[in-house]
Every structure is written in structure tokens, then in C-alpha cells.
């Protein structure tokens, strides 16, 4: 009796083991077909980004298209051009031009694109003096704001000796 029931236990876990090596076994080829599904819409993706690189090559150069493709490739110039506009802010906010040719940030000081090598232009000042007052508002000169209206007065440090000497001397005045 003994020896039968230790039978049917061994028996049962064969089966069990049988049963869990075909799940294992179709899981790992159910998870290699999947890895398979993700590599081929990876490819796929990129077949299509290619071909609409293609096409927009073909819509910037003037070629004929269809309305509908030639409405895409006019929404991405208009969003190319925003990503330049917003690229040039940044690149203006952390003392930067933006090279014409890569559009890489470059420090304003520099004359030639560390990334592709392009001459960088010579950036404009960002505040023109002839601009800062229009002459309606400059009238006779009498209220116009100079240079020496910036200058920065030293700062005086005032020590508690200091102190007790001006209040002593205020008290003297004033008796």
C-alpha cells in the first residue's frame, strides 16, 4: 500500500513537471514570436519615416504631390521653423547661437561650430542704443536717463561704533 502510494505521488509530479516544461516551453516561444512582432514594426516604422524623409525631399526640391502629402510637408517646414525659433531662445537664455548649418548650440563666443565646423556669424547686439529711447519720447534731452544714472554707489558698511557715534552726536545737536 505504502509502495503504490509513493507510486502515484511520483507519477503525478512526472506529470506536473511534464506538464509545467510544455508551458515553459510555449511561453518561451510565444515570447520569441513577440520579440519578433516588435522588431519587424521597428523596422517597419523606420521604412516609414524613410519614406517620408523621401517624400519631403522630393516636396523641398518642388516636385509635384499630392494635396494631401504636400499639406504634411508643409505642416513639418512650419513646425522645422518653430524648433528653430525655440532652439534660437534657449541657445539665447544660456549665452548661445544656434549653428545655421547642424543646429548645434554654440557659445556665443565662438567663432566656428564645435559640431560640423561651420564659420558662426557674427551675432548682432541684443540692445542697440539708438533704439532705447525713441525720439518722441527723447524731446529736449531734460529727462532722457544717462549712463552715469547706472553707476553703482559704494556700499557703506555702518559698524555699531559707527552708530553709537552718530546718535551721540544727534543728541548733542539737538540739546
Not at 522630393?58 to 505642416?75: F, N
Not at 518653430?82 to 567663432?111: F, H, L, M, T
Amino acid at each position: 500500500m505504502l509502495q503504490e502510494l509513493l507510486e502515484n505521488v511520483g507519477k503525478n509530479i512526472s506529470e506536473t513537471a511534464e506538464t509545467l516544461g510544455k508551458r515553459t516551453e510555449r511561453v518561451v516561444e510565444i515570447q520569441k514570436l513577440k520579440n519578433q512582432i516588435r522588431t519587424a514594426n521597428r523596422e517597419i516604422a523606420q521604412n516609414y519615416e524613410e519614406l517620408g524623409e523621401m517624400l519631403y525631399r522630393k516636396y523641398q526640391t518642388g516636385e509635384t504631390m499630392d494635396p494631401q502629402i504636400t499639406a504634411i510637408c508643409e505642416d513639418i517646414t512650419e513646425l522645422k521653423a518653430e524648433i528653430a525659433s525655440y532652439k534660437d531662445e534657449i541657445s539665447k537664455y544660456r549665452g548661445e547661437s544656434v549653428c545655421p548649418e547642424c543646429g548645434a548650440a554654440v557659445p556665443d563666443e565662438a567663432a566656428f561650430c564645435m559640431k560640423c565646423g561651420t564659420r558662426m556669424p557674427v551675432r548682432e547686439a541684443d540692445f542697440d542704443e539708438e533704439d532705447a529711447v525713441p525720439d518722441e519720447v527723447a524731446g529736449d534731452g531734460e529727462d532722457m536717463v544717462s549712463e552715469a544714472d547706472f553707476v553703482e554707489e559704494p556700499e557703506v558698511t555702518v559698524t555699531a561704533d559707527a552708530k553709537e557715534a552718530a546718535e551721540t552726536e544727534k543728541t548733542t545737536e539737538e540739546a
